[in-house]
């Protein structure tokens, strides 16, 4: 297994719009095995591939308090989502230190590939509906800073790019 290099908003290549995986191989096994070794390390609760430079649809989540239950998602599919909604605060391993409220709906039903190549069906609520929301998005190329104000947004670019110019000095 390998640590992954994680882009960091305003990335462009973070707006890239992911491919559906055409088979669960071995290759595909050594990427969700790389990206939960990289969520973790990062102390992260979710991750896409988007977010590692690959455009690939491909999630892997752990919303447990112990860490120790990793879920993969292989082309996931949102087949039905609530009618109810709510505010959510959230940050992004894109984005750090940064958090704000996302409106999301409050359950979600998706349709996915797990890592053995089979289907899985998974009715989500609470912290695992919203996680999926927001890493589903990241498949679409967006980043959870785009549903705010733009002069919000405006102010998180500026704020990113000179932590980034920093970094590099
Ligand atoms: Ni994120």
Redesign the pocket.
């Known amino acids: 297994m390998a640590l992954l290099s994680i882009l960091c908003f305003p990335d462009p290549r973070l707006h890239k719009l992911a491919k559906p995986v055409a088979d669960v191989d071995a290759r595909v096994r050594r990427l969700v095995a790389d990206m939960l070794e990289t969520m973790y390390a990062a102390k992260g609760i979710g991750l896409a591939a988007t977010?590692v430079d690959v455009h690939e649809r491909v999630i892997v989540i752990d919303v447990s308090d112990e860490r120790d239950q990793p879920q993969v998602f292989i082309n996931p599919q949102l087949v039905w989502t609530s009618e109810q909604t709510h505010l959510n605060e959230e940050g992004?391993?894109?984005v750090p230190g940064i958090y704000d409220g996302v409106q999301r709906f409050d359950a979600v039903t998706v349709k996915a590939l797990d890592v053995d190549g089979g289907e899985r069906v998974v009715e989500a609520t609470d912290l695992l509906s919203v996680c999926l929301q927001?890493e589903m998005d990241?498949l679409l190329g967006k980043v959870?800073v785009e549903y705010l104000s733009p002069l919000k947004r405006s102010r998180i670019k500026k704020k990113m790019l000179k932590a980034q110019r920093e970094d590099a000095s």
Request: glycine share 0%.
């Open positions: 977010q992004c391993l894109s927001h990241h959870f």
